[in-house]
């Protein structure tokens, strides 16, 4: 019997539906039909599902997808569900969330089981760094599991410190057992061995370490402490042969210090290295902002320059950023090609693919949501009762633009003017363009 691989995230949306390695993230859209063909898959295998589907449809509709590499040998604990039944229930789906005109689930949770942080970084978001009352690993289990259970791509787990979170232990064995793939997010200081050992044994969990500068007092100065310690966290995961990623937001340093870092990154094998954007959204940050994603895209034109210098092919580098697509405004006209799906998945976040979750289980679209009015908790409302009704979800998805400049390009479908709660806090949200935007 051949089944459908579990390197795959199928999941059923309103143009059919889409499957996702979970590994890379790499992408592969489908249409009606074939989501029919995978969801019967899944109850009975591919021979059985192709009989009963040709039952009812043409079989030149799956001449794609039963050509594709997503199937393995394995074997299905078959149900007492006719084929029928389960085509109705995929046809049923996929006419809703046409009405609804939204992805059937976030594809990225974020959580933020405590809020206390041992540094008070500069260019940090939040504005309350020392909540201690949190709630326990197994309280966020039940939270996590209804995640795993509607299709959920990858967790990322912040803070405040999460290494400080009191049941940080439990919460990664939780997590481990679900077998979704997660990142941890930490400065590293004070990071328990058992932690460590944790993450070291886990298949799914990736550390990543928040480092600003290899210079001790650049570092010092946007965190509050020196590079050292998070230098040692890396080599000690690099000599345990775990994969490591190195995160550092771009707020104040030289092209110098970033250079540095590349080349640390580099020489101690980190599995990815990514340059953030710094973000002023929550108003709680420190640092003024003195680079815009133009000079983002320079610094990383001067990275990928380097490594195509040094003959290093296989580093894998990331510049991130909301809106971060309108420093290259030779790409505008490429929007006009994108699919339906595409513009959800490349578009705002907060709209379509995620959902975030502070310590006291209040629900945020993303934390530019925060200080805005909060309609749900996690821990007392389903995760899907919240992605569909909640109403900060609601007016993001359903605000329009109508400034002139915005109605006009091509990515409008993708930005439709801006970050909302940056927008919602001018004096015309409607005819504001989002000073973000370089187009």
Known sequence: MYVLSDELLFRVEKNGGILINKNNFSRLELSESESIFLSLVKEMGKEKAFNEYIKYFNADSLTKILREKIYKKGEIEEKEVSSFSIINKIQSKIKELKKLNQMSFPLELVIYPSMYCNLHCGFCFLANREDENVHLADDWKKILSQAKENGILSFSILGGEPTKYKDIDNLLKIIDSLKVVTTITTNGQEIKKSTIDIICQSDYITPVISLESIDDFKNFELMGTRAKRGIELIKLFHERKKKVRLNTVYSNQSEEDIMELLKFAIKNEIDRFSIADYSEVTGFTKITKIYNISDLRKLEEKVRRYLLDNKIDNFNFSVEGCFYFTAFPELIEEGKNLSEFENMYFGCRAKHT???????????????????????????????????????????????????????????RICEGGCYPKLQRTLNPNFTKDKTCQL
């Open 354 to 412: 995620k959902m975030e979750i502070l310590s006291n289980g209040d629900v945020l679209p993303c934390i530019a949501f925060l200080g805005e009015k909060h309609t749900f908790n996690a821990f007392h409302q389903t995760l899907a009762e919240i992605w569909k009704n909640d109403s900060n979800y609601t007016e993001v998805r359903e605000f329009k633009t109508e400034n002139k400049d915005c109605l006009k390009c091509s990515m409008l």
